[in-house]
């Protein structure tokens, strides 16, 4: 283990494990070769948009091919500070305007040169019908307002308002190639889309290829053919790592890290920039709620219900995961030790859930993404614990995208149901002020989207988005942080390390908020 981690849980025999699955990893993964140059990873999915980024954000699903495939103009550091990338300095020269000065010389895999003229019409996609439609869309369309060519490798960027950490906001869009997209449109990029990163990436439906991109300046290893794999299983995942059928398992869970611990692969874990938790609808189609999750007493009691040091104890060994106190977490921008969140108080709890008046509970639906091993043995425990103070709770498994998915409802703000898988997701900031820009306030997507709006908050919220002096910033975070905790938009659950696997031919794994560094990567 890279750090050290010794599991000690009993587990079924490895022979067991193998007998099960050698014959089905043969049907799932028949094409996959073995040469020597060629690097095999797994995924839980692939993004809803293959390959056409403006239908997310640079994380989970998206960034694990995104990643070999495109570049931003900033880029995060493991410390959350935020480093030149596409843009090789930026400056702050009026309140609402960011100069960025572009890398010389880069070019796109087809051959176009990379200017500004062509982060101009990246960002200017979200202006239109399409492009606004879809998440980058909804998100940047907050922070950016225009972008003005000053010459081939200079851009202004205009901001809605003040914003003291647009470099860090501008990590996540991709830069496109201007022509390529001109002719092949959103739907062509979903198979075939042209960046400048250090591979090529052409997507099926269940697996995508990436070869070196000749025009690259970040230049690839030894790496000649990256092939992805869509493996929803856990199980699956596993084994094809221990068969040698696959390299890397980007996905991985405690008990999952011992059988692949001891059958020689290594496993690579650290503290992740997302959270575990379960979000709370208190608003629905830009409207309050009038059931019981309008009630901040019924959000609280829910918070109470849920045993987080017994999940942790139990799905993580008691050293993979940690209590989530607050929106933000060690290692973010904002973070505040002094607040201690939630304890274990089933009787509070149940005090609450009367005095709001449903002193017999509520029917409470929760629909997450279950595919991955973590998460949902984390919302099958928290649904048991809230079942244990009289409510009647459900989980219903979903997929991301499609009709009826995750994603739809997130953008349209219009859930059935009233909870849903996720916590707070950072890793494109690392900065709590993310909190309330994209998840719990009125700002979500553009305002059109919110699940929970505190209308009381937002001066607050406005204060603190504009504020350029960093303590006093670091500071309205804070204190924004420990109001979020009190008004409960969602059920904190846990802090976790993200963790992963790869075989020993493989070698300079890393990855830093889930983006993998592929041109560092070897095999032999």
Same mark, same amino acid.
């Given at each position: 283990f890279l750090r050290g981690e010794v599991f000690m849980k009993p587990h079924f025999s490895m022979k067991i494990i193998c007998g099960l699955f050698a014959l089905i990893l043969t049907s799932i993964l028949p094409a996959i070769s073995f040469a020597q140059d060629e690097l095999r990873v797994a995924v839980r999915m692939f993004a809803s948009g293959k390959g056409n980024t403006y239908t997310g954000c640079m994380c989970t699903p998206g960034v694990y091919?995104?990643?070999? @495939?495109? %570049?931003? +103009?900033?880029?995060?550091?493991?410390?959350?500070?935020?480093?030149?990338? +596409?843009? %090789?300095?930026?400056?702050?020269?009026?309140?609402?305007?960011?100069? !960025?000065? +572009?890398?010389?010389?880069?070019? /796109?895999?087809?051959?176009?040169?990379?200017?500004? @003229?062509?982060?101009?019409?990246? !960002? #200017?996609?979200?202006?239109?019908? @399409?492009? *606004?439609?879809?998440?980058? *869309?909804?998100?940047?369309?907050?922070?950016?307002?225009?972008?003005?060519?000053? #010459? #081939?490798?200079?851009?202004?960027?205009?901001?809605?308002?003040?914003?003291?950490?647009?470099?860090?906001?501008?990590? #996540?869009?991709?830069?496109?190639?201007?022509?390529? /997209? $001109?002719?092949?449109?959103?739907?062509? !990029?979903?198979?075939?889309?042209?960046?400048?990163?250090?591979?090529?990436?052409? !997507? $099926?439906?269940?697996?995508?290829?990436?070869?070196?991109?000749?025009?690259?300046w970040n230049k690839a290893g030894n790496i000649k053919k990256i092939i992805w794999t869509a493996l929803p299983e856990a199980t699956a995942r596993t084994q094809a790592l221990i068969s040698g059928q696959i390299d890397v398992n980007t996905a991985i869970s405690p008990d999952e890290a011992l059988k692949l611990d001891q059958a020689g692969m290594k496993v690579y874990a650290k503290p992740s920039t997302r959270t575990m938790g379960i979000t709370l609808v208190s608003t629905r189609n830009l409207k309050p709620v009038d059931g019981p999750i309008g009630d901040v007493r019924v959000r609280q009691a829910l918070n109470y219900a849920v045993n987080r040091d017994a999940i942790v104890d139990a799905l993580f060994y008691g050293k993979y995961a940690k209590p989530s106190t607050q929106p933000a977490f060690p290692g973010i921008n904002g973070y505040d030790p002094s607040i201690k969140g939630y304890n274990y108080d089933p009787e509070k709890a149940k005090k609450l859930l009367a005095e709001a008046g449903y002193p017999n509970g509520f029917d409470f639906e929760v629909r997450a993404i279950v595919n991955d091993e973590n998460f949902k043995n984390f919302y099958e425990a928290v649904i048991a614990d809230i079942k244990a103070i009289g409510i009647n709770a459900t989980l219903i498994g979903q997929n991301f995208g499609g009709t009826g998915g995750w994603l739809e409802h997130w953008l349209k703000g219009d859930w059935p149901y009233q909870g849903f898988g996720i916590g707070f997701d950072l890793t494109a900031t690392m900065d709590a002020g993310r909190v309330w820009n994209v998840f719990a306030s009125c700002l979500k997507s553009g305002g059109k989207a919110p699940y929970f709006c505190d209308k009381e908050m937002m001066p607050r919220i406005e204060a603190m988005n504009g504020e350029f002096d960093p303590v006093k910033r670091r500071k309205m975070l804070q204190d924004l942080g420990r109001e979020t905790v009190e008004k409960a938009p969602i059920i904190f659950g846990i802090e976790f390390d993200e963790m992963m696997a790869y075989g020993p031919n493989v070698k300079n794994f890393s990855h830093i908020g889930l983006w993998i560094p592929y041109e560092q990567l070897w095999v032999n």
């Amino acid at each position: 283990f890279l750090r050290g981690e010794v599991f000690m849980k009993p587990h079924f025999s490895m022979k067991i494990i193998c007998g099960l699955f050698a014959l089905i990893l043969t049907s799932i993964l028949p094409a996959i070769s073995f040469a020597q140059d060629e690097l095999r990873v797994a995924v839980r999915m692939f993004a809803s948009g293959k390959g056409n980024t403006y239908t997310g954000c640079m994380c989970t699903p998206g960034v694990y091919t995104w990643s070999a @495939q495109f %570049e931003t +103009l900033t880029k995060l550091k493991a410390d959350g500070s935020v480093a030149p990338f +596409l843009a %090789e300095r930026w400056e702050n020269i009026e309140p609402t305007k960011w100069r !960025f000065y +572009l890398k010389k010389g880069v070019k /796109f895999s087809n051959g176009e040169p990379l200017t500004a @003229q062509a982060v101009k019409s990246t !960002f #200017d996609f979200w202006k239109t019908e @399409q492009g *606004g439609n879809w998440a980058q *869309g909804k998100t940047m369309k907050g922070f950016v307002k225009d972008s003005q060519v000053v #010459d #081939d490798y200079t851009i202004d960027i205009i901001t809605t308002k003040p914003n003291p950490i647009l470099p860090k906001n501008i990590k #996540d869009p991709s830069i496109l190639a201007p022509k390529a /997209f $001109a002719d092949i449109g959103a739907e062509g !990029f979903t198979k075939t889309p042209i960046g400048s990163g250090p591979y090529v990436v052409t !997507f $099926a439906e269940e697996t995508a290829t990436g070869v070196p991109n000749p025009n690259a300046w970040n230049k690839a290893g030894n790496i000649k053919k990256i092939i992805w794999t869509a493996l929803p299983e856990a199980t699956a995942r596993t084994q094809a790592l221990i068969s040698g059928q696959i390299d890397v398992n980007t996905a991985i869970s405690p008990d999952e890290a011992l059988k692949l611990d001891q059958a020689g692969m290594k496993v690579y874990a650290k503290p992740s920039t997302r959270t575990m938790g379960i979000t709370l609808v208190s608003t629905r189609n830009l409207k309050p709620v009038d059931g019981p999750i309008g009630d901040v007493r019924v959000r609280q009691a829910l918070n109470y219900a849920v045993n987080r040091d017994a999940i942790v104890d139990a799905l993580f060994y008691g050293k993979y995961a940690k209590p989530s106190t607050q929106p933000a977490f060690p290692g973010i921008n904002g973070y505040d030790p002094s607040i201690k969140g939630y304890n274990y108080d089933p009787e509070k709890a149940k005090k609450l859930l009367a005095e709001a008046g449903y002193p017999n509970g509520f029917d409470f639906e929760v629909r997450a993404i279950v595919n991955d091993e973590n998460f949902k043995n984390f919302y099958e425990a928290v649904i048991a614990d809230i079942k244990a103070i009289g409510i009647n709770a459900t989980l219903i498994g979903q997929n991301f995208g499609g009709t009826g998915g995750w994603l739809e409802h997130w953008l349209k703000g219009d859930w059935p149901y009233q909870g849903f898988g996720i916590g707070f997701d950072l890793t494109a900031t690392m900065d709590a002020g993310r909190v309330w820009n994209v998840f719990a306030s009125c700002l979500k997507s553009g305002g059109k989207a919110p699940y929970f709006c505190d209308k009381e908050m937002m001066p607050r919220i406005e204060a603190m988005n504009g504020e350029f002096d960093p303590v006093k910033r670091r500071k309205m975070l804070q204190d924004l942080g420990r109001e979020t905790v009190e008004k409960a938009p969602i059920i904190f659950g846990i802090e976790f390390d993200e963790m992963m696997a790869y075989g020993p031919n493989v070698k300079n794994f890393s990855h830093i908020g889930l983006w993998i560094p592929y041109e560092q990567l070897w095999v032999n």
